[in-house]
T-cell receptor
Framework: EDKVVQSPLSLVVHEGDTVTLNCSYE??????LLWYKQEKKAPTFLFML????IEKKSGRLSSILDKKELFSILNITATQTGDSAIYLC???????????FGTGTRLKVLA | EAQVTQNPRYLITVTGKKLTVTCSQN?????MSWYRQDPGLGLRQIYY???????DKGDVPEGYKVSRKEKRNFPLILESPSPNQTSLYFC?????????????FGPGTRLTVT
C-alpha cells in the first residue's frame, strides 16, 4: 500500500541553524514527490522532484530525491523565524490521480 | 488574481443539517480536489475530479458528496454532518495531472459539527 512517512514529527531550532527534514515513501509506480510549506493557513508549493539525485534549490531551501532508497530530504540552511511552519511531502498514488500527504514536520525556529 | 476561493470560511452547524462548502478556481484548471486536515493525521484526500463530470474517491470519502458540473466549481456536500466531520477543509486545483505540477490551495474552511 502506498504511504508517506515524515520525520521528525516536530523540531525546535534556533535562528541560524540548519535543519534536515525527511520524507520516506512506498509506492509501486513512482511518478513525482512534492514538498509543501504550511504556515497559518493553506499549503504552498515548494518543490517537485521526479529524478533521483537532482537537487532542487530555492534560496536557503533545497531538496533531493533518492529513488533507490525511497526517500527525499528537505534542507533549510540559516533558518529564520519565518521558516516556522509545517512542512509536508506528498506523492500521487500508484496508477491513479489520488494524492497522499505525509503527516508533516512541524518546525519552530526561535529567535 | 489567480486563486482558489472557498465559502464559507468558518461554519458551525448541528448534526444532520445538510451543508455545502463551495470551491471555485479562476485558473482554468482541470484537476480539483478536497482535503480534510486533522491534528496528527495530516491532509487526507476526500474526493478529486480530473475534469467536468469526472470525479473519484480519495482516501476518506465516506459521508461526503461532490459534483463537477462546471470546470471552475467543485462543491463539497455533507448530506448529514456528524461530529467526526469537524475538521479544517481545503479545496485545491492544478492545471492537469497533479503528478506533473503543484496544486493551489484555497484558504480553508473550518467546520464544527455539534
Amino acid at each position: 500500500e502506498d504511504k508517506v512517512v515524515q520525520s521528525p514529527l516536530s523540531l525546535v531550532v534556533h535562528e541560524g541553524d540548519t535543519v534536515t527534514l525527511n520524507c520516506s515513501y512506498e509506492v509501486t509506480n513512482f511518478r513525482s514527490l512534492l514538498w509543501y510549506k504550511q504556515e497559518k493557513k493553506a499549503p504552498t508549493f515548494l518543490f517537485m522532484l521526479t529524478s533521483s539525485g537532482i537537487e532542487k534549490k530555492s534560496g536557503r531551501l533545497s531538496s533531493i530525491l533518492d529513488k533507490k532508497e525511497l526517500f527525499s530530504i528537505l534542507n533549510i540552511t540559516a533558518t529564520q523565524t519565518g521558516d516556522s511552519a509545517i512542512y509536508l511531502c506528498a506523492h500521487p498514488f500508484s496508477g491513479t490521480y489520488k494524492y497522499i500527504f505525509g503527516t508533516g514536520t512541524r518546525l519552530k525556529v526561535l529567535a | 488574481e489567480a486563486q482558489v476561493t472557498q465559502n464559507p470560511r468558518y461554519l458551525i452547524t448541528v448534526t444532520g443539517k445538510k451543508l455545502t462548502v463551495t470551491c471555485s478556481q479562476n485558473m482554468n484548471h482541470e484537476y480539483m480536489s478536497w482535503y480534510r486536515q486533522d491534528p496528527g493525521l495530516g491532509l487526507r484526500q476526500i474526493y478529486y475530479s480530473m475534469n467536468v463530470e469526472v470525479t473519484d474517491k480519495g482516501d476518506v470519502p465516506e459521508g461526503y458528496k461532490v459534483s463537477r458540473k462546471e470546470k471552475r466549481n467543485f462543491p463539497l456536500i455533507l448530506e448529514s454532518p456528524s461530529p467526526n466531520q469537524t475538521s479544517l477543509y481545503f479545496c485545491a486545483s492544478s492545471f492537469a495531472d497533479p503528478t506533473t505540477g503543484e496544486q493551489y490551495f484555497g484558504p480553508g474552511t473550518r467546520l464544527t459539527v455539534t
